[in-house]
């Protein structure tokens, strides 16, 4: 009885869009049977009814798909090369392969010496 209602599409019952929500299906399940639902609960009943989650996809109504194509094809593979691997400097002046990243560069206690 709530499948075939549902079946029959939010405007059916003065929905303004076509989109189910849990919160509009509670209504229905209201209106058919007269038992009212959490819509958080809803989803529960929808599973046992094999209704699956699906978003509608949203697309701008502008949307030129043959300057999309000619994006992908000639600017993306310009922007996607990856950068070249540079080589990390000293940051010693008096010992070259030092860097200040190094855990034994870090102050404090050296390794291995208890504190005095």
């Known amino acids: 009885q709530i499948d075939a209602a549902l079946r029959q599409g939010p405007r059916a019952f003065g929905f303004a869009t076509n989109l189910w929500t849990l919160a509009r299906v509670a209504v229905v399940i209201k209106r058919q049977s007269g038992v009212q639902y959490h819509p958080a609960h809803v989803w529960r009943l929808l599973r046992k009814l094999d209704w699956t ?18 994006w992908v094809s000639t600017r993306w593979p310009k922007l996607k090369k990856t950068p070249v691997a540079v080589e990390r400097g000293s940051s010693s002046r008096t010992r070259a392969g030092s860097r200040s990243d190094h855990p034994s560069a870090a102050p404090g206690l050296r390794a291995g010496r208890p504190p005095s």
């Open 53 to 70: 989650l699906q978003r509608p996809a949203t697309r701008a109504r502008e949307r030129d798909e043959a300057r999309i194509r000619e």
